[in-house]
């Protein structure tokens, strides 16, 4: 069963507009929440994370927005470049149990120019 | 899907010895695997690349003559915490990709090895 669903396996969006990528836990006990960026043949790299005491995690042109109800956290690149085009995953930690980390499958992000 | 196991799951030894956690793929050949250590509240910090049949390539600042890595064949890579010490408790979690299959970009990850030190 997964814990961690990132439902959009590709996203295409144009140079400059918003990016917008989603992902849905089902695991209450997950109090962490990651996001990493992979380019191809390579390994993931951290992009930016959030406590699940905000809501919110902000870091250049990256937000992270967490919604514990819904649980469901979503990361935004604004304005999208063409280095953005990468793999991004989705990941999450129970900190306060076993800070195991569960990934998402990824999503395909493609920047259009 | 793709599989991706490690064994053991959890694992307790006492300081000085040596511990050697496995990484498979289990329904696809893994041309790279990669390896990475997590600490208490950080994000993943990768340790070093693993492709079959050749040496594999460390990131800075990890000692590899003490976390030696082998991927001795398209399905198996491992790695053995040598003369463990109690820092070295962490968790390791392990990658794979197909390089030679069609999609790159994907990754898949281990559920991860959980070492204590004693």
């Known amino acids: 069963d997964q814990q961690v669903k990132q439902n959009s396996p590709s996203l295409s969006v144009q140079e400059g507009r918003i990016s917008i990528l989603n992902c849905d836990y089902t695991?209450?006990?997950?109090?962490?929440f990651l996001w990493y960026k992979k380019y191809p043949a390579e390994g993931p790299t951290f992009l930016i994370s959030?406590?699940?005491?905000?809501d919110k995690n902000e870091d250049g042109r990256f937000t992270v927005f967490l919604n514990k109800s819904a649980k469901h956290l979503s990361l935004h690149i604004v304005p999208s470049q063409p280095g953005d085009s990468a793999v991004y995953f989705c990941a999450a930690s129970a900190l306060n149990r076993d800070d195991k980390i569960i990934f998402g499958k990824g999503t395909r992000l493609h920047i259009l120019p | 899907g793709a599989v991706v196991s490690q064994h053991p799951s959890r694992v307790i030894c006492k300081s000085g010895t040596s511990v050697k956690i496995e990484c498979r793929s289990l329904d696809f050949q893994a041309t790279t695997m990669f390896w990475y250590r997590q600490f208490p509240k950080q994000s993943l910090m990768l340790m070093a690349t693993s492709n079959e049949g050749s040496k594999a390539t460390y990131e800075q600042g990890v000692e590899k003559d003490k976390f030696l890595i082998n991927h001795a064949s398209l399905t198996l890579s491992t790695l053995t915490v040598t003369s463990a010490h109690p820092e070295d408790s962490s968790f390791y979690i392990c990658?794979?990709?197909?390089?030679?299959?069609?999609?790159?970009?994907?990754?898949?990850f281990g559920p991860g090895t959980r070492l204590t030190v004693l």
């Open positions: 695991n209450s006990m997950f109090d962490y």
């Open positions: 959030i406590s699940s005491i905000k």
């Open positions: 990658s794979a990709i197909d390089l030679a299959g069609v999609d790159t970009d994907t990754q898949y």
